[in-house]
């Protein structure tokens, strides 16, 4: 009986795609790892995986660019899970977004990975400085710009705030979110640092 069991799993192994095989291992992951930063850092490798997936490489070339809407891109929504909330979105900027002013932001309270699938972009992190005591303001400053491509992981933890900047390029991004994207992303419209900036 046991054997059996082993047996059928495996072959339901075997035949998993590399999207059915990420989910699996992220609520395998979720499921035994309660500490948010532990678990958000264990979960890069698993993306890892599943960017470098030929097949999903390949899937990626054909998807369609993300039509920005109420100021932000909608995300392709891959997958959202039931029972942990987590999701898969895909993010695909082309032509029309080479050159569009990059929106500093952060994703409020939730966790991101953000993974390069195709294409080069910049990332660019900010230190916030002042206090948060009061609403509506944020004084920030550059702490990190960095070219990503293809393989390219960024773990986005609540409230960093950061942009990613196109140069160019068709950029192609899959995101796990530990919620489905919607009102929470917080944006910062107005150049950074200075007073009442919001
Ligand atoms: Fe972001």
């Not at 339901?12 to 979720?30: C, G, P, V, W, Y």
């Amino acid at each position: 009986m046991e054997t059996q069991t082993a047996s059928q799993s495996q072959t339901q192994t075997q035949s998993e795609n590399a999207k059915d095989r990420f989910i699996r291992k992220t609520r395998e992951l979720f499921a035994r790892e309660n500490d948010l930063d532990k678990r958000w850092t264990a979960l890069r490798p698993i993306l890892a995986e599943l960017l470098a997936d030929p097949e999903m490489i390949e899937a990626s070339k054909s998807w369609p660019d993300c039509v920005p809407a109420n100021g932000r891109a909608e995300n392709l929504l891959f997958y959202e899970d039931k029972d942990f909330g987590f999701a898969i979105n895909g993010l695909i900027k082309g032509a029309a977004r080479h050159g569009a002013p990059a929106r500093i932001h952060d994703h409020a309270h939730i966790y991101t990975l953000y993974g390069v699938i195709d294409g080069r972009e910049k990332v660019i992190r900010y230190d916030r400085l002042d206090d948060r005591s009061k609403p509506d303001y944020a004084q920030i400053k550059e702490a990190a710009n960095v070219l990503c491509g293809a393989g390219d992981i960024d773990l986005v933890k609540p409230y960093e705030i950061h942009t990613e900047v196109t140069v160019g390029e068709r950029t192609v991004a899959v995101i796990i979110r530990s919620q489905k994207g919607g009102d929470f992303n917080q944006v910062f419209r107005k150049p950074w640092p200075t007073p009442n900036s919001l």
